[in-house]
């Protein structure tokens, strides 16, 4: 049973924090994404990674950096946290066709 | 860059067949993907289309014109548990790897 984990279901953090998302897939997926889901707004890609090492900016990539040391772990960084971060945080893995989603984190930014 | 567009809600009775439809525009289509995703929980893999032509899978089905820059999903024999919402997304080769998304259906079936 195919599977990605994220760190948290739910965080609260505060207006300046550092903060960490971590997701791992056990698939041996080669490209791995970090995507946010807010109301009326739909998944947006922030960043996405196709190797070790290698990531690529999406469609709202500001505020935010990534960080792919292994292949199964794929990190999403809040350098400085701010409350218009606060959202649920989609992480997936992807081979070939389907893509395979963790089950969130939502997090809240006071 | 790219476009999708799908309609925000849709309501439907238990037993009817119901039709998501989904428009794109992109400048390197790469497939079309639909995802259903439940309040609350992470999406999930229904179907996909990178032929024309329409795909088959149970109560589900997805067809793709890409001169059109169009697709539908539809369900039929709709049960309560399809209320959901009905992701469409493309694959872009512009994009490298990712999935981009449009905004959701959100689907709605009554007794």
């Known amino acids: 049973d195919v599977k990605v984990t994220q760190s948290s279901r739910y965080l609260v953090k505060r207006t300046g924090e550092k903060v960490f998302l971590e997701c791992v897939q056990d698939?041996?997926?080669?490209?791995m994404f970090w995507y946010r889901q807010d109301p009326g707004l739909g998944l947006r890609l922030i960043y996405f990674s196709y190797d070790v090492k290698m990531k690529e900016k999406g469609d709202i990539p500001e505020g935010y950096s990534v960080s792919r040391e292994k292949k199964e772990r794929f990190s999403l960084i809040l350098e400085s946290a701010s409350t218009n971060q606060t959202s649920m945080y989609l992480c997936?893995?992807?081979?070939?066709?389907?893509?395979?989603f963790g089950q969130g984190t939502r997090l809240t930014v006071v | 860059g790219q476009n999708i567009d799908q309609p925000t809600e849709m309501t439907a009775t238990e037993g009817a067949i119901v039709q998501i439809n989904c428009t794109y525009q992109?400048?390197?289509?790469?497939?079309l993907f639909w995802y259903q995703q439940h309040a609350g929980e992470a999406p999930t893999f229904l179907s996909y289309?990178?032929?024309?032509g329409l795909e088959e899978k149970g109560r589900f089905s997805s067809f793709l014109s890409r001169s059109k820059g169009y697709s539908y999903l539809l369900l039929k024999e709709l049960q309560m548990k399809d209320s959901a919402s009905y992701l469409c997304?493309?694959?872009?080769?512009?994009?490298?790897?990712?999935?981009?998304f449009g905004k959701g259906t959100t689907l709605s079936v009554s007794s």
């Open positions: 289309n990178v032929l024309d």
């Open positions: 997304a493309v694959r872009d080769n512009q994009a490298g790897t990712a999935l981009i």
């Open positions: 997936a893995s992807r081979e070939a066709t389907e893509a395979f």
């Open positions: 992109t400048s390197g289509f790469n497939g």
């Open positions: 698939m041996d997926h080669e490209n």
